[in-house]
Nanobody, 125 residues
Framework: QVQLVESGGRLVQAGDSLRLSCAAS????????MGWFRQAPGKEREFVAG????????DYADSVKGRFAISRDNAKSTVYLQMNRLKPEDTAVYYC??????????????????WGQGTQVTVSS
């Protein structure tokens, strides 16, 4: 089992930056593909970013490319999501997810085995 706990979400203004953290405990963190997803009210949960176990490969949704950056620190069992130039449409609950079944980040949420409880990010205009 893996437990994931997100933190860092809050109310910010458009154009601001914010960094989310996801702390993992349980099984060996470094063996998992890690991803960030988000879910806005009335919408499906969508892929935001993913990172391989080594951190050497990342993937992003088109809507956040160039603004968001995912990283991980395996020594701290933590994955981060640096969000820059935030927009009101980035408002959502952000979830951290882990997968032991894939080798590269994938946008399909069904491939992720473990999920955090989410952290709210609200971007005001």
């Amino acid at each position: 089992q893996v437990q994931l706990v997100e933190s860092g979400g809050r109310l910010v203004q458009a154009g601001d930056s914010l960094r989310l953290s996801c702390a993992a405990s349980g099984r060996t963190f470094s063996s998992f593909i890690m991803g960030w997803f988000r879910q806005a009210p009335g919408k499906e949960r969508e892929f935001v970013a993913g990172i391989t176990w080594s951190g050497g490969s990342t993937d992003y949704a088109d809507s956040v490319k160039g603004r968001f950056a995912i990283s991980r620190d395996n020594a701290k069992s933590t994955v981060y999501l640096q969000m820059n130039r935030l927009k009101p449409e980035d408002t959502a609950v952000y979830y951290c997810a882990a997968s032991a079944r894939i080798r590269i980040p994938d946008y399909r949420r069904l491939l992720y085995d473990y999920w955090g409880q989410g952290t709210q990010v609200t971007v005001s205009s």
